[in-house]
């Protein structure tokens, strides 16, 4: 058995505590207070840290399936190490690969990959596109409503409709572009006039009634603009149940203040919007409506981005950009919701499929996310003032770049445990 000590952040309180977990098992054994002298506590962090239950990633695209054609942008290990570098514990991998991971088959053969190669701590959603049906265990899915990187997309809201109706009570997340609009915005001169608010406004809505028609368990990705959360809103309100991530380039950056010099070097699906979205979404994010703070991870190489390709990095910056949140007034405990606890209940939902396909039944223990016994022992702990400059040296991804590169935050990474284990 192992102690750790430090004032532990969680969404019920912000206290210092002392954790007992056992570093073989890698579960949490007793969470509690003050029982043991300093001098028997194995580590041990002063005032100036936050311990949170170990972080976790509900977007990435790690790049990576058994084709191989887009491992020289990243793959299961990079991935790894770059989360690892930005002290998350586990992530979610998104399906829009070569070869996408449709059915049992093509399912399977991507999770045997990330579980040699990310130690069991990157999962995988599965595609759904024109003609798919659900896997025979549960896990979660991901839809595309208009073109973005890769094939797996719907062209018309019929299809869509006609496909989901196979996927009743499942859980889908949903990536808001609507194709017609996207189509009919093509020719314009820059990506955020190509891929306008109203693309994912009208996308909004249509997933929003999805959802409801066929009791999905419903989640939009990356969301990134002010207008739709009034939809979201009037939705919940109506008894949808639908969650909301938000990526920190959408919550930091805004198109009033990027040099438009530089914008194919932040672009991305959905675009950076206006300083009014971002707001919009800091607003959202301040009063508990998003659900899930996730970097949607997306290498592309440099001459890619140089060309206009789509996507940014942020599982290097996650912990720092965290320690930024902390310094917008926006608490450790909403903060232990976010980034902690909501993904890993996010998680624990497809815990037996997952234990199952990795032959590693009761590895996990009850899950990830929280810090009771019985759970994960993965901790990330957050040195909150202590400046941290993001450098081309400073990052773990195999593309080395990253759209907070220059960016000075308030904080940094101070340690990481994943299963009991300091890295």
């Known amino acids: 058995m192992k102690v750790i000590e430090a004032i532990c952040a969680t969404s019920q309180f912000v206290e210092r505590k002392q954790i007992l977990f056992n570093d073989e098992t890698g579960l949490i054994h007793e969470v509690g207070e003050l029982k043991i002298p ?55 991998d998104m399906p829009n690969n070569p070869i996408p991971p449709i059915d049992k088959h093509s399912y399977e053969s991507k999770f045997d990959l990330a579980a040699k190669k990310a130690k069991g701590c990157i999962w995988l959603y599965a595609g759904i596109g024109p003609g798919t049906r659900p896997l025979p265990y549960a896990i979660p899915y991901k839809v595309y409503m208009g073109p973005s990187i890769g094939e797996l997309f719907f062209k018309d809201l019929k299809s869509l409709d006609e496909t989901l109706s196979y996927y009743q009570g499942q859980s ?113 994010l301040r009063m508990g409506e998003i659900q899930y703070l996730a970097t949607d991870h997306a290498p592309h190489t440099t001459e890619e981005k140089i060309k206009g390709t789509s996507g940014l990095t942020g599982l290097d910056t996650y912990a720092t950009f965290v320690s930024w949140l902390l310094d917008q007034g926006i608490g450790p405990q909403l903060l232990a919701k976010v980034s902690a606890e909501n993904p890993g209940q996010f998680f624990n939902r497809f815990l037996d499929s997952w234990s199952m396909l990795s032959h590693q039944k009761g590895i996990y223990g009850k899950g990830f996310g929280f810090l009771d016994p019985g759970y994960r ?17 400073n990052l773990k991804t195999k593309v080395k770049h990253n759209p907070f590169l220059g960016e000075t935050f308030p904080g940094r990474l101070e340690a990481l445990f994943i299963g009991g284990k300091k890295i």
């Not at 990506?191 to 368990?217: C, F, G, M, N, W």
């Not at 993965?378 to 450098?391: E, S």
């Open 172 to 284: 889908v997340s949903f990536h808001c572009e609507d194709p017609e609009i996207l189509e009919s915005h093509k020719a314009e001169l820059h990506h955020h006039q190509r891929r306008p608010v109203e693309a994912e406004s009208i996308a909004t809505r249509d997933a929003l009634s999805l959802i409801e028609k066929y009791k999905l368990k419903g989640k939009l990705c990356h969301y990134s603009s002010g207008e739709g959360l009034k939809l979201i809103r009037e939705a919940r309100k109506r008894g949808v149940e639908v969650e909301i991530e938000v990526t920190p380039q959408h919550l930091y950056f805004d198109l009033e203040h990027i040099n438009p010099d530089d914008w194919n070097s932040f672009q991305m699906n959905p675009p950076i919007r206006s300083s009014w979205d971002r707001e919009a979404l800091l607003g959202a």
């Open 377 to 393: 022992a993965n901790f990330t702990i957050i040195k909150r003032h202590d400046p941290f400059l993001v450098t081309k040296n």
């Open 38 to 92: 300093r001098e028997g506590v194995d580590y041990f962090f002063d005032d100036s840290c936050l311990l949170f239950a170990g972080m976790g990633d509900v977007h990435i695209h790690a790049r990576e399936d058994v084709s191989g054609k887009n491992n020289y942008k990243e793959d299961f290990f990079s991935a790894f190490e770059a989360m690892k570098n930005g002290g998350l514990t586990h992530a979610g």
